[in-house]
């Protein structure tokens, strides 16, 4: 897997997000104290209060790591201020962009494993993302059995077994960022969203939920390498949009207005 990796550039400093477009960005949480104090204050009430719930410390400066630099992104794209960005909530917890933000345009998906996070963005549809870090599942029949299809549980167990790990990780990542697209709480969802995971085939989408709205062609899916051991997946409907990945450098200087 990690053969595939190419590290992702810094952003241009004139930024723009066409409505064709996706964007994808690399951010990496571990910060200094100082950061971490300058993105703390970026934060809203509600978001600094849930960072006072974690427990240890190396959580809650992820947490503020990785909400301080999605309004720092997001500012860029929206031509304000970290601070002024305002957000609501859907029905299943799905951040959106609220207030004055709202008529923009401007959709994002943030995921986050360990010390990165990956942030998609988009202007007039939806997207969702999701990360996970490779590492040996006990029990992945079992497990993949919770959330796959009969098709998929059956190409699954015939697969080699030095193959399953990755595997596993490639199906959850891909079923998961449609699922986050959409909006739609996992419960009753992951084994009706049917996709490729074979390291051999392109990332796509077989089936979807009837109460989709949509077939599977309708939808795009693509897999991503962001970091040695890790394994991404970005879903987004409508034709191929032209997509770009960047990695987030906390020392980078911009002007917001």
């Not at 305002?86 to 029905?91: I, K, R, V």
């Not at 987030?248 to 917001?256: I, K, P, R, S």
Request: proline share 5%.
């Amino acid at each position: 897997m990690d053969e595939n990796y190419t590290p992702w550039p810094a952003a241009p400093v004139n930024l723009s997000l066409d409505w064709d477009s996706v964007h994808v960005w690399l951010i990496r949480l571990q910060a200094d104290e100082d950061t971490l104090t300058q993105l703390a204050s970026t934060l809203a009430p509600m978001e600094k209060k849930r960072a006072e719930t974690f427990h240890f410390d190396r959580d809650r400066n992820r947490f503020v790591a990785g909400h301080g630099m999605l309004r720092t992104i997001l500012a860029r794209y929206l031509r304000t201020e970290p601070t002024q960005i305002w957000f609501e909530y859907g029905p299943n917890g799905k951040p959106l962009l609220g207030g004055q933000f709202a008529r923009s345009g401007l959709q994002f998906n943030l995921a986050h494993c360990k010390d990165l996070a990956l942030l998609a963005a988009t202007r007039g549809r939806v997207v969702g993302v999701d990360l996970e870090k490779v590492c040996v599942m006990e029990g992945a029949e079992e497990m993949a059995a919770c959330f796959c299809s009969p098709q998929e549980k059956a190409e699954f167990d015939s697969l080699p077994v030095d193959q399953k790990d990755e595997a596993f990780f490639r199906l959850w990542t891909r079923k998961e960022a449609w699922l986050k697209a959409t909006g739609k709480g996992i419960g009753g969802s992951l084994d009706k969203v049917e996709v490729s995971f074979r390291v051999d085939e392109t990332a796509r989408f077989i089936h979807l939920p009837e109460q989709a709205g949509t077939v599977a062609h309708g939808w795009k899916l693509q897999e991503f390498i962001p970091s040695p051991g890790f394994v991404a997946a970005l879903a987004y409907p409508g034709e191929t949009a032209h997509l770009s990945c960047w990695e987030y450098h906390q020392e980078e200087q911009f002007e917001y207005a």
